[in-house]
């Protein structure tokens, strides 16, 4: 019993024992886990205290049941929110339709990998980074959730992207050439137009010089570029801006030269006197080019046509000198070009430095009204014509001033002068030429009205005006007096000009009347029709060359249509009309698409043909009111009257199927033309729009066409 009792007291002693130990390692245990809430008091005020420092952006621990345990941070504060009251959300309470997401990337986390990912919460860009928080016994029990705003940063890398976008389109769709040279000269990049306009492409550019003698560059008068002189080399050798020198570069591709306007530009980064490169933009002016010869080449033309009218021509400016004439001018006048150009009228005309008040041509010129004045200089007399000319404000510029020699027809009437005075039955001869000098006279009389009131008058110059008759033929314009009837009486006289017989003039008798052995007709009256053909002559030869001068300032000379400043011209009177009686009025702009194909592949020759087949394909389905230009390039522009835009877009939309529905033959080739047609309309209650803004209208709708994929017509509306 003894040891039994022993053996119970040692086994209480050793529970004892057992429970002492469980207590020390619990209160060693409650120190530790003091020691860590304080650790971790300490650290989540630490945490707190970064996250609240950390600017846009806040801090979370997330527990393992993927609720929130601590938040805290600068971003709270600014969307006026308290961090308290997040604590214990779970993830749909925060995220709602985006949870799945967190889920994941917050269970990758738990499973200890770090996640970096962005998320757009209430229009605001957040980069989410989470770490797992691992505790000593190498457990994760929290992960540490860092949020970032990056809303400015993303609309920062938008607008950048966005510029840098911008950029990239124009530099790629610009219709000037780009090329970037490094410091040692060399090209370094380039951009689509400058591979089309030196026919190169970009690694064909790259690492070539201005000393690279495959330039073949010229100037203007075709002597040899140099290359230590291009804009690049110059540019480069300074360090200066070097503009608007114009070079001629080899094509090989068109086996001919392209002309350039090119402008060097060095480049610095901030703060450096030392550019890191330069860059050189280039316009192609290879047309205007062949455009400004066009011109010179009209020019000589009408030079050598103003040289080749038989009447002597000046023209004198608002301050009375002469700035050119022409030869028959010169030899009129006994002086020489020198010394006829820059002088006044009166210095030639009365031989005198003061101003003749008194003068017919200064008087007829200051009138502003056309006008003849005949004198006497240096024993021969001139017949002057003079023509004011006005500019758009209709302020008096300058005049023309067309001098014939009327010296032989003022010794003729002189004599038939005197013939009427011995035979009283001339003075109806006398009446009918002068009736005819009086039309010429008359302000703003037209070329028919003159041919209609001379054929008017022929009878009352012959000796039985009762019966006589009269016709005048000018090429295919025929003017007849009241009651003309052909018989067999007939006298006639040819209307020559320059050599060429242009028309001619007729007269009849209704009946026989024979003048003892002259037959039907006096000698006389003879004489009288052909005076009066010399006279129609002259006045012919006269509006001829008037309308060639015409023609050459308002018509296109390769279409023959009007040309654009004649249009506008033409149009602001239409406009004008159109607002005054409230009436329709529609404009189309077309040109032809792919145009510049046809050029590249058949010449600029075939493609002028080709101009000139549109042209008149197009005025098959136009009116004869409507205005019709040329635009320029292979731009033209149609001006509608008394059309609303339902009517003109059916105009558009005829042009448009007889395109499709022909093809052009030009020497052996065919090819399929389509347009691109823009269309606007005036309404009848808008009193302010202008003609600018109507065209302006009608070529936006044009480029939406060809935005849209060509061959179709745009409307143009307001957005």
Known sequence: ???????????????????????????????????????????????????????????????????????????????????????????????????????????RTFSGEEVLFELFIDEQHQLYKTTPLINEAGEIEHILVVVENITDRKQTDIALRESEERYRT???????????????????????????????????????????????????????????THPGAITLKTGKPVRDVVMGVFHSKENDYRWININSIPQFLNGDD??????????????????????????????????????????????????????????????????????????????????????????????????????????RWLNICIDPIFDEAGSLIGSVHVMTDVTEKKQADEILQQRTYELSERVK??????????????????????????????????????????????????????????????????????????????????????????????????????????????????????????????TDPLTGLFNRRYFFEFAEKELERSRRYEHPLSCIMFDLDFFKDVNDSYGHIFGDQVLIEVVRLCQLSLRQVDIFARFGGDEFIILLPETNSSNAQQVAKRLQESFEKTKIEITSHKIMVTLSVGLASALVDEDEITLDTLVAHADQALYQSKRRGRNQTSVWKQE
């Open 429 to 554: 001869e006398l009446n009918c030429l002068y009736g005819i000098s009086a039309l010429l006279e008359r302000p703003a009389i037209t070329f028919d009205e003159i041919l209609q009131g001379a054929v008017d008058l022929l009878p009352s110059g012959w000796q039985y005006p009762e019966i006589t008759c009269g016709r005048i033929t000018y090429y295919d314009r025929i003017f007849l007096s009241e009651g003309f009837e052909e018989t067999q009486w007939q006298q006639s006289c040819r209307i020559v000009v320059n050599g060429e017989q242009v028309g001619l003039v007729e007269i009849y008798l209704l009946e026989e009347k024979p003048e003892l052995d002259e037959g039907p007709f006096l000698k006389d009256e003879r004489n009288l029709i052909n005076a009066i053909a010399q006279r129609l002559g002259r006045v012919i030869e006269r509006e001829q060359a008037k309308n060639e001068l015409t023609k050459l300032a308002t």
């Open 170 to 228: 124009l530099f790629e769709t610009m219709a000037q050439g780009v090329v970037y040279h490094s410091p040692d000269g060399k090209i370094i990049s380039g951009n689509p137009a400058a591979e089309r306009i030196l026919g190169l492409t970009l690694n064909q550019l790259q690492g070539r010089t201005s000393m690279d003698p495959r330039w073949r560059a010229i100037h203007e008068d075709g002597t040899d570029f140099p290359g230590e």
């Open 1 to 107: 019993m003894k040891m039994d009792g022993q053996r119970v007291g040692d086994g209480v002693n050793n529970e004892l024992e057992y429970l002492h130990q469980r207590v020390l390692e619990l209160e060693h245990a409650q120190a530790k886990w003091k020691e860590k809430e304080r650790t971790l008091q300490a650290s989540e005020a630490l945490l707190r205290e970064i996250a609240v420092n950390y600017p846009n952006s806040y801090m979370s621990i997330i527990k393992k049941d993927l609720t929130v345990g601590f938040t805290s941070g600068q971003e709270f504060k600014k969307l006026n929110l308290n961090p308290e009251d997040f604590i214990g959300l779970t993830l749909e309470q925060v995220f709602r339709e985006q949870t799945p997401i967190v889920r994941e990337y917050y269970l």
């Open 274 to 379: 030392k550019f890191y490169q330069v860059y050189a933009t280039f316009e192609d002016i290879t047309e205007r080019k062949r455009a400004e010869a066009q011109v010179e080449r009209v020019a000589q033309e009408w030079r050598i046509t103003f040289d080749a009218i038989s009447d002597g021509i000046f023209l004198m400016d608002a301050q009375y000198q002469i700035i050119r004439c022409n030869q028959v001018a010169t030899e009129m006048l006994g002086e020489s070009f020198e010394e006829i150009l820059g002088r006044r009228c009166w210095e030639l005309i009365h031989n005198t430095t003061e101003r003749v008040k008194s003068c017919p041509l200064l008087q007829l010129k200051d009138s502003g009204v056309r006008g003849e004045e005949a004198l006497l200089l240096k024993g």
